[in-house]
């Protein structure tokens, strides 16, 4: 499955780079000038809460991109998580967080449907809360790079689109923060 995505990640950017090309050259043939739209621009991302009696989860985590063209988008954003679990019947409470930045290109075979390759770079760190008094446990920190590669969809909605997408982490890292299957992400991207 992992060579399959990647191949369908490699064949989707050089896919963007051939379209890119192509409509550079239908631009400048129109007399339309290239030049930066804001309409194209959109904001997003996900926000994620939850707490109970033996977990709290923060995630807050926005992207800006712009619409290059109707099978062209790219942008960037930053990534903050924050998790904590308590585990009573083992007598220890687990602290993880995420810093980071990311970009993103996605690429639209069919106009609601796109191909989306992520990398990041984020910062993580780790710690353990004994209640028996053992000292408190703290793994080194670290920067920790993840691939993102999937598919979503873009479901036009008001001034934006819903978004959903399904991922997969290509780099498999230990200590990445979307461990070895698919997940999958829902959001809004708001146009300008």
């Keep these: 499955m992992k060579k399959y995505l990647l191949t369908a990640c490699l ?5 963007l780079v ?3 090309q192509d409509r550079e050259g239908d631009e400048s043939s129109n007399g339309g000038g290239g030049g930066f739209d804001k309409s ?5 991302g996900n926000l994620g809460l939850a707490f109970g009696s033996y977990s709290t989860l923060v995630n807050v985590s926005p992207q800006i991109g712009y619409r290059f063209n109707r099978y062209l988008a790219a942008g960037a954003g930053i990534n903050f998580l924050y998790s904590s679990n308590k585990y009573d019947y083992a ?4 602290e ?3 810093t980071g930045l990311n970009v993103f290109g996605r690429f639209y075979p069919i106009e609601y449907i796109f191909l989306q390759v992520q990398p990041e770079a984020n910062y993580t760190w780790l710690k353990y809360h004994f209640y028996n008094g053992e000292p408190d446990e703290k793994l080194p920190n ?3 790079p993840s691939l993102l590669g999937g598919i979503g969809a873009a ?3 008001g001034r934006g689109y819903f978004i959903v997408t399904a991922n997969y982490d290509l780099l498999q890292n230990e200590r990445s923060p979307y461990g070895n299957r698919a997940f999958f992400n829902f959001g809004y991207n708001f146009g300008f």
């Design 11 to 15: 064949f989707a950017l050089c896919s």
């Design 18 to 20: 051939a379209v890119a």
């Design 40 to 44: 194209k621009l959109f904001f997003g």
């Design 91 to 94: 007598g220890y409470k687990e």
């Design 96 to 98: 993880y967080g995420v």
């Design 142 to 144: 670290k920067i920790v």
């Design 155 to 157: 479901i036009p909605a």
